[in-house]
Every structure is written in C-alpha cells, then in structure tokens.
C-alpha cells in the first residue's frame, strides 16, 4: 500500500504502473496461487493450454492483448516473464514460436473480468475436457 502511494505521487497518470501494482496485489492477497500444487498445475496449463490457445486465436502480440487468461496461468506467465532470457528463448522454442503480448491489469476489474469472460468462452470450445478456472477445492485451500 506504501508503494502505491509513492506511485501515485510520482506518476499520478501512469495507468499501466498502477494496473500492475493492483495486478501484484491481487497475486498476494490470494496466496493459494503460491502453493506448490497450484503453481505446478499452472504450469502445466500454461504450457499445454494457454500458448497453444493463443497460436490457435491470435494472429501477433497486440492481437494478443484481446484475451486475459484464467488466473493461475495468469500468475505462472507473470513470473514466467521476470526472466526475460529464459522467457524468450522459452516462446521462441514453443510451438507458438514468438513471445506473447502481455499488459497486466487487476483481475478484480470490470475490463479485465470482461475480456476473462470472453476468453474463457473461446476456450471452452477449444479445451471442452479441460475447465478455464482452476478447481474450486484449490482455491479455498
């Protein structure tokens, strides 16, 4: 709370700055994200699900920005990204075979609840076995 603040005084208009701190946020008032089980199912949905959706959907990285993908893999792609190398030399050996457009915003916001919804709707029709949002039993843990 003390960062945003200073953020705020600073640069009272930069909205992408203020959009990642709440995004943060978000990440660190929901710990069950952080639990080894839950990252390491995220992962594996971020690697088998997510890039392969968005080479299936989306045609370049501003494309790309259309779709808010479910939280978990939300929060493991986040991370993903904190090692720029490693991220990009990741992307480029995927079957995607470039990095993906990324823009953090607040998961609790109107836009970005409504461009989840969107996506979770396209995603249905392309993963039916596989639900958007991690498992209900996870999330109260």
Known sequence: MEYEKIINKIYPKCEQVQDHLSFLRYFDEHPQYHQEDVVTRAIQ????FWIPFILNNSRDTENDLQFSPPLDIHWVWHVHMLAPQVYKADLESSVLRRMIGHRPSDPNSHNDKIKRERTASLWRRSYPDEPFEMDQS???R
Do not use: D, T
Request: proline share 0%; hydrophobic share 15%; charged share 30%.
């Open 45 to 48: 949905r971020y690697e088998f």
């Open 138 to 140: 996870q999330q109260n």
